[in-house]
């Protein structure tokens, strides 16, 4: 048990202060492993959320990977309904698709990312998940 009292197998890490701008509530990063393919845990304290973004890349590049650890989240593409994400849920977000992802507001969240290697691989960041929005989903750990 940590600190926090977010059961989970993969370290909490440091506030994520060098992307706070990118993200509403306190999130945490643990970077696991480096080199071609960087996988890092990222938690999140219930509410927060990272804002809209799309990862770019060419030649099999830019796709996000989430594996849900712990806790309970969201992920939302632009224009289609939020999934609910619990330990064990895989979300493979096509390079170019535009998204969020974050915590419930009433649970803690955790999750593997990674980006698939290639050519041109970026982050565009967008505008926040508004409270109105975020705030019409289920509470409780319900899905949408």
């Given at each position: ?12 890490g440091e506030k994520n202060d060098a992307y706070a701008e ?20 990222v938690s999140f304290e219930p509410g927060c959320r990272n ?23 969201w992920y939302q593409a632009e224009g289609e309904d939020p ?62």
């Amino acid at each position: 048990m940590t600190a926090h009292g977010f059961d989970q197998v993969f370290p909490l890490g440091e506030k994520n202060d060098a992307y706070a701008e990118y993200f509403i509530g306190q999130s945490y990063l643990a970077p696991l492993v480096s080199r071609s393919v960087p996988v890092s845990n990222v938690s999140f304290e219930p509410g927060c959320r990272n804002n809209w973004h799309i990862h770019h890349g060419t030649g099999g590049g830019g796709d996000q990977v989430l594996l849900c650890t712990a806790g309970s989240g969201w992920y939302q593409a632009e224009g289609e309904d939020p999934v609910s994400m619990e330990p064990g849920t895989v979300i493979r977000v096509p390079a170019g698709t535009k998204h969020w992802h974050g915590a419930k507001a009433d649970s803690w969240f955790s999750h593997l990312a990674f980006i698939t290697p290639g050519e041109d691989v970026s982050n565009e960041w967008l505008e926040p998940v508004t409270d109105e929005a975020y705030g019409e989903l289920p509470k409780n750990g319900a899905s949408a």
